[in-house]
């Protein structure tokens, strides 16, 4: 198995900065907008939520998605740890350590934009039912 077939291919994210890697970027997009909504529906429909649903968007989604983006940058991390750490021979493309970092950096990412992106959906269900609710149409 030298082959990766059309995975995420991690080597980018494996010997660039996170903050460089159009994937991890990409990935993050979702993560941001949670906590963008989870802010605009708690300032606009404070009044109609009650203390709990307002305590529960606020911690539960909104710090909870930027927990998960900072466990994956700890989790890359350590997978770059581990690159550095291998021997040259293992570092060659193709080998079986290279394949399953890179196979672990994708999965993380894939993760974490997955994720964070069904639960963007699920917001925006949420603010449709609040506007529903509310008759702010």
């Avoid at 404070?46 to 994956?72: D, E, K, P």
């Amino acid at each position: 198995m030298s082959e990766l077939g059309n995975y995420l291919d991690g080597r980018t994210l494996l010997t660039k900065p996170l903050i460089r890697s159009g994937y991890f970027v990409n990935a993050s997009i979702p993560c941001l907008a949670v906590v963008l909504i989870a802010i605009y529906l708690v300032l606009t429909y404070h009044r109609v939520m009650t203390a709990y649903f307002v305590v529960v968007l606020c911690i539960y989604v909104g710090l909870h998605s930027f927990y998960q983006w900072w466990r994956s940058i700890r989790y890359l991390n350590r997978v770059r740890e581990l690159r550095m750490n291998a021997s040259e021979d293992q570092k060659t493309n193709g080998t079986q350590m290279d394949l399953a970092l890179r196979v672990a950096t994708g999965g993380i990412v894939d993760l974490l934009f997955f994720g964070s992106g069904m639960t963007v959906c699920s917001l925006v269900l949420v603010w449709a039912l609040l506007r529903h609710l509310t008759g702010t149409h």
